[in-house]
């Protein structure tokens, strides 16, 4: 089950399906290759379901203790779901098979598990984040809203329009009528997305780097480790040849020994 092999079998399938999936969504390739679609997504299925169950036969009680392995099995559930009456808006989930590259795929894992690692950091700076737009919004509620109430109308419309130009959309469009009323709405603007794009959005990235160092760094041990390994496994095999070829000089010696000792005898008989 954690052969390489096996491995790339189970990511070639998750590939398959996702591209059958997709495929699914046109109407021209569904008109002509439907039959043929359907019975790859029901092929896929029937292997997913294998699969789970050789681990399952495998590990025991120890598959429901790798969190991968739940997700991997929430995953197909899902896609076991009859799709028929009030649950045929379930179908629409079956794509959610293709997520199963992340426990798959190890590096995507690393990268998952850091962000989980990341998630209490993240909350902070989300509250953070919320607190500014939620203070601005109550400001520019109060500055303009009789300029410009489709956007700062209320403290609702003000708060999306502020997420609006913290994301960069269209801000300057936002921004040029106010300061043709109020010329010092520069100032604020300005400030807002100092502070909300320039400075808490990139701790967003901070806190996502740091929290994926360790994983980073884990990998690099365990490469340094190996890499340690092997020297050592080839030393040891240097060494047991080198102790080899000794014990054949050595005999060698000894054979080339024996042969002129029984030379020199058989030389000394006629002398006798």
Same mark, same amino acid.
């Given at each position: 089950?954690?052969?390489?092999?096996?491995?790339?079998?189970?990511?070639?399938?998750?590939?398959?399906?996702?591209?059958?999936?997709?495929?699914?969504?046109?109407?021209?390739?569904?008109?002509?290759?439907?039959?043929?679609?359907?019975?790859?997504?029901?092929?896929?299925?029937?292997?997913?379901?294998?699969?789970?169950?050789?681990?399952?036969?495998?590990?025991?009680?120890?598959?429901?203790?790798?969190?991968?392995?739940?997700?991997? @099995?929430?995953?197909?559930?899902?896609?076991?779901?009859?799709?028929?009456?009030?649950?045929?808006?379930?179908?629409?989930?079956?794509?959610?098979?293709?997520?199963?590259?992340?426990?798959?795929?190890?590096?995507?894992?690393?990268?998952?598990?850091?962000?989980?690692?990341?998630?209490?950091?993240?909350?902070?700076?989300?509250?953070?984040?919320?607190?500014?737009?939620?203070?601005?919004?109550?400001?520019?509620?109060?500055?303009?809203?009789?300029?410009?109430?489709?956007?700062?109308?209320?403290?609702?419309?003000?708060?999306?329009?502020?997420?609006?130009?913290?994301?960069?959309?269209?801000?300057?469009?936002?921004?040029?009528?106010?300061?043709?009323?109020?010329?010092?709405?520069?100032?604020?603007?300005?400030?807002?997305?100092?502070?909300?794009?320039?400075?808490?959005?990139?701790?967003?990235? @901070?806190?996502?780097?740091?929290?994926?160092?360790?994983?980073?760094?884990?990998?690099?041990?365990?490469?340094?480790?190996?890499?340690?390994?092997?020297?050592?496994?080839?030393?040891?095999?240097?060494?047991?040849?080198?102790?080899?070829?000794?014990?054949?000089?050595?005999?060698?010696?000894?054979?080339?020994?024996?042969?002129?000792?029984?030379?020199?005898?058989?030389?000394?008989?006629?002398?006798?």
């Amino acid at each position: 089950m954690e052969s390489r092999t096996f491995q790339r079998f189970v990511t070639a399938v998750i590939v398959v399906n996702a591209v059958t999936l997709g495929c699914e969504t046109s109407p021209y390739l569904l008109d002509r290759f439907g039959g043929l679609l359907h019975l790859l997504d029901r092929t896929a299925l029937a292997l997913f379901v294998a699969e789970l169950v050789l681990r399952l036969h495998a590990y025991r009680l120890a598959f429901f203790r790798d969190p991968w392995n739940c997700f991997d @099995a929430g995953v197909v559930a899902v896609s076991l779901i009859p799709a028929s009456g009030g649950l045929s808006v379930l179908r629409a989930l079956r794509i959610l098979r293709a997520l199963r590259l992340i426990s798959v795929v190890p590096s995507m894992r690393r990268v998952v598990s850091g962000l989980l690692t990341a998630i209490p950091g993240l909350a902070s700076i989300t509250a953070l984040l919320g607190l500014i737009l939620y203070v601005a919004a109550v400001m520019a509620t109060r500055l303009f809203a009789a300029v410009d109430p489709g956007h700062f109308g209320d403290l609702g419309a003000s708060a999306f329009t502020l997420f609006q130009i913290m994301t960069g959309d269209g801000w300057s469009d936002i921004a040029r009528p106010i300061m043709d009323v109020h010329p010092w709405a520069w100032a604020y603007f300005l400030l807002y997305i100092l502070i909300s794009t320039f400075v808490v959005l990139n701790l967003f990235i @901070a806190i996502t780097v740091s929290a994926m160092e360790p994983q980073v760094l884990g990998d690099l041990q365990e490469g340094l480790d190996q890499l340690e390994r092997r020297e050592q496994s080839t030393d040891a095999l240097v060494l047991e040849e080198l102790r080899r070829l000794r014990a054949e000089m050595a005999d060698l010696r000894a054979t080339v020994r024996g042969s002129t000792d029984g030379g020199e005898a058989l030389r000394e008989v006629p002398s006798r």
